[in-house]
């Protein structure tokens, strides 16, 4: 098989999967929102996209005979190529707030503690503090 044909066969797939599930901007946006709910941590589309493409490579390192593996890195190499360029790479966050909000109900890292859990107060921890220096 030539590049040229992978790079078709990747077109391929690539639209058989945007029928399935979405645009690949949707789906890395949701994925993005879905991450940030769960680690807390912010990632751009470009960022998901690249983390993606080293997955993928990952794999390959594996099995480099994987067509099914290569194609998809190439989609999202192909993917951060485009997200690089843009200017707002999270242009469908404001669809995502549903995708969010369900998203951190499920993080253990986001819950936010009771508002009726009992609260250290900074003066026992300093006398707490002392007791141990006078030991």
Not at 9 to 33: F, I, K, M, N, P
Not at 95 to 114: F, G, H, T, Y
Request: charged letters at 30%.
């Amino acid at each position: 098989m030539n590049h040229k044909d992978i790079l078709t066969q990747s077109s391929a797939a690539l639209r058989t999967r945007s029928e399935l599930y979405g645009s690949e901007e949707d789906v890395l946006s949701r994925a993005c929102v879905i991450f940030e709910a769960i680690t807390g941590v912010e990632m751009s589309m470009y960022e998901g996209a690249i983390f993606m493409h080293s997955y993928e490579m990952a794999r390959i390192k594996k099995n480099r005979r994987n067509m099914s593996t290569v194609l998809t890195s190439i989609e999202y190499l192909a993917l951060s190529g485009q997200l690089a360029v843009t200017e707002n790479d999270l242009m469908l966050e404001d669809s995502m707030c549903d995708v969010k909000e369900m998203a951190s109900k499920l993080s253990p890292v986001l819950r936010q503690p009771s508002p009726t859990a009992p609260q250290e107060k900074v003066e026992d921890k300093k006398s707490d503090d002392k007791k141990v220096d006078d030991k």
